[in-house]
């Protein structure tokens, strides 16, 4: 059984940190890209961004770049996102997601599974 489990989110102040985990479990973990999305009240779900498998170049929405930064432990089949400079335009569920390929990163629809999501609420 496939399972993605995240973890850490949390309440946080404006121009704060703080980081999530995703532990994935019932898959080959190396080989899979890992993204993270997240999701607002009434809103789409929002790619965040993503990482290759060997934990090379990383991809980012340009509404987080330079803020937040995703890293992945392969033996512990663990992605992270430290998310810093927080403001309450990034409040919403994050996810954690995987797929086989590098590409369609932003398209949620190519991912084969999704954990159930951790709370990121920033508060002004």
């Known amino acids: 059984q496939v399972q993605l489990v995240e973890s850490g989110g949390g309440l946080v102040q404006a121009g ?31 790619f965040v961004g993503a990482i290759p498998t060997n934990g090379g170049t990383t991809r980012y929405s340009d509404s987080v770049k330079g803020r937040f930064t ?15 400079s927080l403001n309450p335009v990034d409040t919403g569920v994050y996810y954690c997601a995987v797929k086989l390929a590098f590409a369609t990163l932003y398209d949620p629809l190519q991912y084969n599974y999704w954990g159930q999501g951790t709370q990121v609420t920033v508060s002004s």
């Open 70 to 84: 995703i890293s992945r432990d392969n033996a512990k089949s663990t992605v992270y996102l430290h998310m810093s």
């Open 16 to 46: 704060g940190s703080l980081s999530l985990s995703c532990a994935v479990s019932g898959i080959g973990f190396s080989a899979y890209v890992v993204a993270w999305f997240r999701q607002a009240p009434g809103k789409e779900r929002e």
